[in-house]
């Protein structure tokens, strides 16, 4: 009797183990200082326990993300909490209770280079879960930024559209950017930067940098959109209509 007892309850504790999930898409992830990163992550808590006699449901009651520390437990501080309102705003929340679980991190600093993890509380300790594997970030310090052209020429005709995406080895999406034109900044701040029909005026070195980190500032582009042949003339030289 005992025995059956005690193999029920390895089965049961088997079927918890089975019956509910973390699961994180990508386990490792990179990200430079100063930007933004996402780590998606979806759960499938345990939706009820047997206590013998029936199945009592359960309901998660807390979810949080914490730093460095296998199974998240107390006192270990947590980066997200839905127990603490005092966390980090770097730290951003995207999920729910339910079953999307995806964290953000803003502004990356260097102590994010650690390993992210993500545990469910339930009203009843059978459904606490943690997995242990967690996301681990890689926080790059030192590369800079990228200027990528979709032209193949640095020498560009008038008329012609270029666009200049600024990239780094690690972050690729969510980059908010400052882009500049011999120093001076321009007003846009997507990764990519449009020229559309280009003149003379285009014509210059281009650099660009994370908002939030001047340092990683790129080498500087060079883009030159080649004269047309009337300009080479000054503007108020007298140009001889055809004649009617
Ligand atoms: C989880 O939520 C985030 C933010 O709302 C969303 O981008 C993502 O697609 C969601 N993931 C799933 C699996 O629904
Ligand atoms: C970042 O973490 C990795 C392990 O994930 C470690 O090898 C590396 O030294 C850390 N870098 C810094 C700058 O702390």
Redo the contacts with the bound molecule.
């Keep these: 009797m005992a025995v059956w007892d005690k193999l029920w309850g390895l089965l049961f504790l088997l079927a918890g183990a089975v019956g509910q999930t973390v699961i994180y898409p990508f386990t490792s992830t990179c990200a430079v200082r100063g930007s933004t990163v ?1 780590l ?1 992550c ?1 759960f499938t808590p345990l939706k009820s326990f047997s206590d013998g006699q029936r199945e009592v449901p359960l309901k998660i009651v807390r979810v949080l993300w914490c730093q460095n520390n296998v199974f998240c437990l107390r006192p270990a501080p947590s980066v997200w909490d839905t127990d603490s309102k005092t966390s980090d705003p770097r730290y951003q929340y ?3 209770m339910m ?2 679980c ?1 964290l953000q991190i803003r502004d990356v600093q260097q102590r994010d280079n650690a390993t992210f993890r993500f545990r469910m509380e339930a009203d009843n300790p059978k459904g606490h879960f943690t997995n242990m594997i967690g996301v681990t970030v890689r926080v790059d310090d030192g590369s800079k930024m990228r200027i990528i052209s979709s032209g193949d020429d640095k020498k560009l005709s008038r008329g012609e559209t270029v666009t200049l995406l600024c990239a780094s080895v690690c972050t690729f999406h969510q980059l908010e950017v400052t882009w500049f034109k011999d120093g001076h900044a321009l007003s846009e701040t997507g990764p990519s930067l449009l020229l559309c029909s280009l003149n003379a005026e285009d014509s210059g070195s281009y650099t660009c940098a994370l908002k939030t980190n001047m340092e990683t500032v790129s080498e500087p582009y060079s883009l030159q959109v080649e004269a047309g042949w009337c300009d080479q003339f000054p503007s108020d030289f007298p140009v001889r209509q055809p004649a009617a």
């Design positions: 996402t998606p979806t995207l999920g729910d079953t999307n995806t």
